[in-house]
């Protein structure tokens, strides 16, 4: 009895030790991975978490087969949607389900046990995942969810269309709603010290898991919410590494855009101590750098922009010592058409020269170290006749807000395959 312990006891500290070697960390401004510079193409595959919820058995397959493919593609880092809250129209929109958090203070543990599945199947395959906690936009419920449920934000108001001027009046106040902040906090725990069905793992102790992210795409919205902003970013990554000792933290920004075009402000949330990495999102139809169809036109244009955000931010990197990764970016098929079988011309161009930036830090072992495109589409296809998602359709990457089609890559784009293996077996 005394050797099996003693033998139990010793096959459970080695499991540790190896299992501790194999987290991402960060040694300056590069990830380390097994003790060697980690640069890495990933995608966004926010829906992975929910495909064994929402599809049984079939939501399984699709996974698998689905990573299955993206690791022969070479794309082994996934952004993934972990936390998300409420149900109904906010916003004016319908927003993705099933939740995480379909009330106040209910949660499914379904839905974690679905992304149980995600994780066990990536630890199979060797990828890593980056969860995000909870969302600015209403699509997966997010901060206007939490001050609805704090008594900050009428239904009705919750309900409607809000114009960009409303929302920013709205979202801004999350950070100084204390209830909503512990309510953040409360879910941020369940999630973090949960412990997988699968593998018996505890999220803390994963290596599966390369770092969370206090939000989808935080921002202040307003000046005036500059200061508690920043407040709270150093709070919410210091609440998560106080629980969980192995993961890094960061933010989930768009970079100066998503700071109200302050880079003082992206800077200085960046330098704090438990936020280990920088990220940015690029948006070149959101922020109207081309209008309607004209992507070819100002192609040119849009990837000369594109550079210019990307280096502005690298910069920073160098300064804080810190990685960057840009974690969003994305650019719709030509002439925006939703057709799966469209051309992609320009977006394929677009890619290779945000890919050719990330290639440059490698090679330099400069602070570029991540690239997750938005967003993969995978198996799914866009209904005939039906522009935005409705319940029960399978999700491929387009949020439900979105027309879907419009950004995703699905396993059918082959030469924007092709382009992205091209990065991803030079390495």
Same mark, same amino acid.
């Given at each position: 009895?005394?050797?099996? +312990?003693?033998?139990?006891?010793?096959?459970?500290?080695?499991? %540790?030790?190896?299992?501790?070697?194999?987290?991402?960390?960060?040694?300056?401004? *590069?990830?380390?991975?097994?003790?060697?510079?980690?640069?890495?193409?990933?995608?966004?595959?926010?829906?992975?978490?929910?495909?064994?919820?929402?599809?049984?058995?079939?939501?399984?397959?699709?996974?698998?087969?689905?990573?299955?493919?993206?690791?022969?593609?070479?794309?082994?880092?996934?952004?993934?949607?972990?936390?998300?809250?409420?149900?109904?129209?906010?916003?004016?929109?319908?927003?993705?389900?099933?939740?995480?958090?379909?009330?106040?203070?209910? =949660?499914?543990?379904?839905?974690?046990? +679905?992304?149980?599945?995600?994780?066990?199947?990536?630890?199979?395959?060797?990828?890593?995942?980056? &969860?995000?906690?909870?969302?600015?936009?209403?699509?997966?419920?997010? !901060?206007? *969810?939490?001050?609805?449920?704090?008594? *900050?934000?009428?239904?009705?108001?919750?309900?409607?269309?809000?114009?960009?001027?409303? *929302?920013?009046?709205?979202?801004?106040?999350? =950070?100084?709603?204390?209830?909503?902040?512990?309510?953040?906090?409360?879910?941020?725990?369940?999630?973090? #010290?949960?412990?997988?069905?699968?593998?018996?793992?505890?999220?803390?102790?994963?290596?599966?898991?390369? /770092?969370?992210?206090?939000?989808?795409?935080?921002?202040?919205?307003?000046?005036?919410?500059?200061?508690?902003?920043?407040?709270?970013?150093?709070?919410?990554?210091?609440?998560?590494?106080?629980?969980?000792?192995?993961?890094?933290?960061?933010?989930?920004?768009?970079?100066?855009?998503? /700071?109200?075009?302050?880079?003082? &402000?992206?800077?200085?949330?960046?330098?704090?101590?438990?936020?280990? =990495?920088?990220?940015?999102?690029?948006?070149?139809?959101?922020?109207?750098? !081309?209008?309607? #169809?004209?992507?070819?036109?100002? &192609?040119?244009?849009?990837?000369?922009?594109?550079?210019? =955000?990307?280096?502005?931010?690298?910069?920073?990197?160098?300064?804080?010592?810190?990685?960057?990764?840009?974690?969003?970016?994305?650019?719709?098929?030509?002439?925006?058409?939703?057709?799966?079988?469209?051309? #992609? #011309?320009?977006?394929?161009?677009?890619?290779?020269? @945000?890919?050719?930036?990330?290639?440059?830090?490698?090679?330099?072992?400069?602070? @570029?170290?991540?690239?997750? %495109?938005?967003?993969?589409?995978?198996?799914?296809?866009?209904?005939?006749?039906?522009?935005?998602?409705?319940?029960?359709?399978?999700?491929?990457?387009?949020?439900?807000?979105?027309?879907?089609?419009?950004?995703?890559?699905?396993?059918?784009? @082959?030469?924007?395959?092709?382009?992205?293996?091209?990065?991803?077996?030079?390495?």
């Amino acid at each position: 009895m005394y050797k099996n +312990s003693i033998a139990a006891l010793a096959f459970c500290l080695l499991s %540790f030790l190896v299992s501790a070697q194999t987290f991402v960390k960060t040694k300056g401004s *590069q990830f380390v991975l097994n003790g060697k510079p980690y640069y890495y193409i990933g995608t966004n595959y926010w829906y992975g978490g929910l495909l064994q919820a929402v599809k049984g058995e079939k939501g399984r397959a699709r996974l698998r087969q689905e990573l299955d493919f993206l690791k022969a593609k070479g794309v082994t880092n996934l952004r993934v949607l972990a936390g998300s809250e409420g149900v109904g129209l906010e916003n004016g929109i319908q927003r993705v389900k099933p939740v995480l958090q379909p009330e106040h203070n209910i =949660y499914r543990p379904e839905i974690l046990e +679905s992304l149980d599945y995600l994780l066990n199947e990536m630890r199979k395959r060797d990828m890593r995942a980056v &969860l995000y906690l909870s969302n600015n936009w209403e699509w997966s419920g997010g !901060f206007l *969810q939490y001050l609805n449920w704090n008594g *900050q934000l009428a239904d009705s108001t919750m309900r409607k269309k809000l114009n960009w001027e409303e *929302q920013r009046n709205e979202t801004s106040k999350f =950070y100084t709603c204390e209830s909503c902040l512990q309510d953040y906090n409360k879910q941020v725990k369940l999630i973090v #010290t949960h412990v997988n069905k699968y593998n018996h793992i505890s999220y803390s102790n994963d290596p599966t898991i390369m /770092a969370w992210e206090l939000a989808n795409e935080p921002r202040p919205m307003r000046t005036e919410a500059f200061d508690a902003f920043k407040k709270w970013v150093f709070a919410a990554a210091t609440y998560i590494k106080s629980i969980d000792k192995n993961h890094l933290v960061t933010t989930g920004t768009e970079g100066v855009m998503g /700071a109200e075009g302050s880079a003082e &402000l992206f800077s200085d949330i960046h330098a704090f101590k438990p936020i280990d =990495y920088l990220t940015i999102h690029i948006w070149p139809k959101n922020w109207g750098w !081309f209008r309607d #169809t004209s992507i070819a036109e100002n &192609l040119p244009q849009v990837i000369s922009k594109s550079v210019a =955000y990307i280096r502005q931010h690298e910069a920073i990197a160098k300064a804080l010592d810190k990685p960057l990764v840009l974690e969003e970016f994305g650019l719709p098929r030509d002439a925006q058409s939703f057709d799966p079988t469209s051309n #992609t #011309t320009s977006r394929n161009k677009y890619y290779e020269a @945000i890919f050719n930036e990330w290639k440059r830090s490698l090679k330099t072992n400069g602070p @570029i170290a991540g690239c997750n %495109f938005w967003a993969f589409g995978g198996t799914a296809r866009p209904i005939a006749g039906q522009v935005f998602w409705k319940e029960g359709d399978d999700f491929m990457g387009d949020p439900p807000q979105e027309e879907q089609g419009l950004n995703a890559v699905f396993s059918t784009d @082959i030469s924007t395959w092709k382009i992205i293996q091209n990065f991803t077996s030079s390495k």
